[in-house]
């Protein structure tokens, strides 16, 4: 059974560089073909993509928070981190990291996804 | 503004039938794979649908998945009150390099 839960500071001020951790079982990051992935949620709104990061660290950003984002994974703690940089209001939102496969060239799906994590950014 | 476009609600009595649609371009749904999330009330999504038109193990075949062209339509039959929830579509942008989500579809069961 794969699992994923999401951990980091519910509060961030303005400017701050936001560390999320997304700790899972379950699978191996040293995989072939294994991906993780960080998607958003603003309260009452869209799902957006962030970040991906495969078995072979092979990462994609979101084109328009490239600048703001970093994914990394830790293979032997079964972790995959993403920060974001220069955080600001309407970056408040609920984080999700879910797993996936690289099926195609690309990205098909996320399957299953973590709990969230609500991260508010105010003053 | 979401690069997939879905109708913001859709509503239909219980045992009834209802069709919820995803409109992209070439450079997504009409070139990639696209895949359905449920989002219940206060929860993380769910898949629902992958590669278009396959159910993961677990989801019940009232839930279905086509795609024509640049659409794609998600289709539930025999309504229940427990499938009011919103509903994502997702896909790769090979123009963006970017997965993209539509704006998701709020579907109330009457």
């Known amino acids: 059974q794969i699992t994923l839960k999401e951990s980091g500071p519910t509060l961030v001020k303005p400017t701050q560089t936001l560390t999320l951790t997304c700790t899972f079982s379950?699978?191996?990051?040293?995989?072939?073909?294994?991906?993780v992935g960080w998607i958003r949620q603003p309260p009452g709104k869209a799902l957006e993509w962030l970040a991906l990061i495969y078995w072979n660290d092979d990462k994609r950003y979101s084109p328009s928070l490239k600048s703001r984002l970093t994914i990394t994974k830790d293979t032997s703690k079964n972790q995959v981190v993403l920060t974001m940089t220069n955080m600001d209001p309407v970056d408040t939102a609920t984080y999700y990291c879910a797993h996936t496969l690289l099926i195609t060239s690309s990205w098909d799906w996320f399957d299953p996804w973590g709990q969230g994590t609500l991260v508010t950014v105010s003053s | 503004q979401s690069v997939l476009t879905q109708p913001p609600s859709v509503s239909a009595a219980p045992g009834q039938k209802v069709t919820i649609s995803c409109s992209g371009s070439s450079s997504n749904i009409g070139n990639n794979y696209v895949s359905w999330y449920q989002q219940l009330p206060g929860t993380a999504p769910k898949l629902l649908i992958y590669?278009?038109?396959k159910r993961p193990s677990g989801i019940p075949d009232r839930f279905s998945g086509s795609k024509s062209g640049t659409s794609a339509t998600l289709g539930i039959t025999g309504l229940q009150t427990g499938d009011e929830a919103d509903y994502y579509c997702?896909?790769?942008?090979?123009?963006?390099?970017?997965?993209?989500f539509g704006g998701g579809t709020q579907l109330t069961v009457l």
């Open positions: 590669d278009n038109n």
């Open positions: 379950g699978f191996s990051l040293s995989t072939s073909g294994v991906g």
């Open positions: 997702g896909t790769w942008d090979s123009s963006l390099s970017a997965a993209v």
